[in-house]
């Protein structure tokens, strides 16, 4: 079984200031995880993802991941909040003999100026 | 221009009469999936397809129903039996290996009066 946890559904930092969002998940084989992004009223996009290898992610828009076997974490973080990064954030897990994808809870970002 | 499209982007129907959402892609994906969104819940998986003629129940299949006769269309139908049917629906896709991520479309938000 696999699941997902994200701490804190609305999160409040001031333009500048690191963004912090929380992910913790669940299974029990080797997983994938995935940050998603989504626009109001908008699909969701990639932002980055872990398969193997290097355990700390670079994605789009200046984020990055760490993942963090001994503390089942992928929490996601931005050193320089924008204006523009004001959204719904999604974290994902697939476990690698699973057939689908679930999804946390969502934690919608707010970047105040 | 490869991608996802869902049509309409917005449906409102009468209670009592299904309703079927389209969903077409372009990506040569083998991987299909249909989501439902509410708020402060996330992403729910209503059917996914991993194959064409194939499709496996998700975690909220009851009141909903799917068909995969060609490898890039998955259209939904949302039939009378669903008993809160009013949302945003979200479809996706993968290639079929398990670590690679899902490309979304941009939803439908069906309403019903």
């Known amino acids: 079984a696999q699941s997902v946890t994200q701490l804190g559904s609305h999160v409040s930092v001031s333009e500048g200031a690191l963004v912090l969002l929380r992910c913790n998940y669940s299974s029990s084989v080797p997983p994938y995880l995935f940050w998603y992004v989504q626009y109001p009223n908008q699909g969701l996009q990639l932002l980055l993802k872990?398969?193997?290898?290097?355990?700390l992610v670079k994605g789009i828009n200046g984020f990055e991941a760490e993942f963090k076997k001994s503390e089942t974490s992928f929490h996601l973080t931005k050193p320089s909040a924008h204006m523009s990064d004001a959204a719904e954030y999604f974290c994902?897990?697939?476990?690698?003999?699973?057939?689908?994808?679930?999804f946390g809870d969502g934690t919608t970002l707010t970047v105040k100026p | 221009d490869g991608g996802i499209t869902q049509s309409p982007k917005y449906l409102f129907r009468k209670e009592g009469q299904n309703v079927t959402l389209s969903c077409e892609q372009n990506?040569?994906?083998?991987?299909m999936y249909w989501y439902r969104q509410d708020p402060g819940q996330g992403l729910r998986l209503i059917y996914y397809s991993q194959i064409v003629n194939d499709f496996q129940k998700g975690d909220i299949a009851e009141g909903y129903s799917v068909s995969r006769e060609k490898k890039e269309s998955f259209p939904l139908t949302v039939t009378s039996a669903q008993k809160n049917p009013t949302a945003f629906y979200l479809c996706?896709?993968?290639?079929?290996?398990?670590?690679?991520?899902?490309?979304f479309g941009p939803g439908t938000r069906l309403t019903v009066l």
């Open positions: 990506l040569n994906h083998d991987a």
């Open positions: 872990y398969t193997t290898g290097a355990t």
């Open positions: 996706a896709s993968s290639m079929g290996d398990r670590g690679n991520e899902q490309f």
């Open positions: 994902a897990v697939r476990s690698t003999n699973a057939g689908k994808s679930t």
